[in-house]
């Protein structure tokens, strides 16, 4: 049996993966990065359930369109695909990791966090 070995705080602590929404939606042609995602997925909650004695909470945010370039270069109807109204920013995923590092929040565990607009909720896209 395979076994996760690292040094526990006493105090417990948090850990958040990064995936993506495409653990949940594809395209065309992009079998191995969905795999990997949903990979990262599967492995938020084995960890989740493998950590909660140890006071660890584990936790995954599966970003959506987040702009790391040149916002003002985004045209309406990029925006207009997300219900929230907007692409996201980085600044978004900053504000989930606080979220799920809050010092009181010890009960959110094995969660995957969609962080993407309510883009996958909506699933159309324009060209």
Known sequence: MN???LQVPDDGGEIIN???TRSLMSEPNSEA???SKGAISALTHTMAVTLGNDGITVNSISPGWIETND???LRSVDHSQHPSGRVGKP???ARACLYLTAPDNNFVTGAQLINDG???RK???AD
């Open 71 to 73: 916002y003002s270069k």
């Open 3 to 5: 076994q996760l070995l």
């Open 91 to 93: 600044e978004d995923i």
């Open 118 to 120: 309510g883009m996958t």
């Open 33 to 35: 990065y969905a795999a």
């Open 123 to 125: 699933m159309i896209y």
């Open 18 to 20: 990064i995936s993506s």
